[in-house]
């Protein structure tokens, strides 16, 4: 009674989800608006996509499940179910690794971030007679901005300055030039904080400010560009890269090769001059080879006009039949998804 409860509970949703997106395709834009589902439409679809990503999780619990029991009782292509699960928690691991390094350069570049939209927000603010009454006097927030970007200069320049950083510096070249990149821009940033300390009217002030702003910008970009400089040159991202293109790159290149084969000996069958069709099927293949290459203008100079005439025209029309039929399938499997009666439990057979 339970998993009928279940498989109803399961069916009633999955159709209310294919009925909404029906109906928003189907309706006029000014009725979805009236009824607010327009607005919605963005977060509901977000709403799904969350939900595909259970299915995800589902996923990789299944993996773990079939390969950890050929690997507990031994079954058959239980080292090759070793080799998977291996290869996956260490892509996983160095993945995480690597995510976390950027991460912690994302934060570490958010103060210059925070005093340029501070600056350019004394900007625009000033600008507007309305929200300058509701804020601080301009001379309070522009030695407020002066205040933190010292203290920015100051505490960047203290942590590209110290050993570790000077070590790292002559062991990466692209660390040496992000380094050297940020203390010119720390140069420049501190030229426009002693500008603004120095002006003496509100236009010079405000010029200083807008300065500094572009000058921070700069400065949280050449932070980024350091921590991905870092990240590439971290033992995380070696292993990562050693993984991917040296072990992951290459058997999916040995796989392709393999299917190459088996293209050519499929290939091969298939032009056997045994039937009519296939006697057509030669003769085309051999036509737009001929006229693919100067050897086929040479023998007749109307070659290559003929093979485009075959691709354009009865290739064409049956790549359309081809788009057409699977087209029609994957409306079919998406009824069949919709009303529940794809899956072998939602057919009622057991």
């Not at 209310?16 to 608006?33: D, N, T």
């Not at 790159?249 to 039937?275: E, Q």
């Not at 064409?316 to 081809?322: Q, V």
């Amino acid at each position: 009674m339970e998993g009928g409860y279940r498989q109803r509970l399961v069916k009633f949703f999955t159709f209310l989800g294919g009925v909404y997106f029906v109906f928003e395709f189907l309706m006029p834009q000014a009725i979805l608006k009236s009824w607010g589902i327009a607005e919605r439409h963005e977060a509901i679809s977000l709403g799904f996509v969350a939900i595909g990503l259970v299915a995800f999780g589902l996923g990789i619990i299944n993996l773990f499940m079939i390969h950890g029991s050929k690997i507990v009782f031994r079954r058959k292509g239980w080292l090759n179910s070793i080799a998977l699960l291996t290869g996956l928690l260490m892509m996983v691991t160095f993945s995480a690794y690597d995510w976390r390094l950027d991460l912690r350069h994302e934060i570490n570049s958010r103060d210059a971030v925070v005093v340029a939209e501070f600056a350019r927000d004394i900007v625009m603010v000033n600008a507007d007679a309305e929200r300058r009454a509701s804020v601080p006097p301009l001379p309070v927030r522009l030695q407020f901005l002066a205040e933190s970007a010292e203290k920015l200069r100051a505490t960047t320049a203290e942590a590209f300055t110290n050993e570790a950083v000077a070590a790292q510096t002559r062991a990466n070249r692209d660390v040496a030039v992000a380094v050297t990149n940020i203390s010119e821009s720390l140069n420049v940033l501190q030229e426009s904080v002693q500008r603004l300390n120095a002006a003496d009217n509100d236009e010079a002030r405000l010029a200083a400010a807008q300065a500094i702003s572009a000058n921070a910008s700069s400065l949280a970009f050449l932070k980024k560009q350091y921590g991905r400089a870092v990240t590439a040159d971290s033992y995380g991202k070696r292993v990562y890269s050693f993984l991917f293109n040296a072990l992951f790159v290459s058997l999916g290149s040995a796989m392709f090769s393999l299917l190459g084969v088996y293209i050519a000996a499929a290939a091969y069958r298939a032009f056997r001059i045994r039937t009519v069709e296939s006697s057509l099927m030669m003769l085309a293949a051999l036509i737009v080879m001929l006229g693919q290459i100067p050897f086929g203008r040479w023998l007749y100079s109307e070659l290559p006009e003929i093979r485009a005439w075959l691709l354009e025209v009865p290739n064409a029309a049956a790549t359309r039949a081809i788009g057409f039929g699977a087209l029609v399938a994957s409306l079919v499997l998406a009824f069949r998804m919709w009303f529940s009666i794809e899956s072998d439990k939602f057919s009622g057979d057991k």
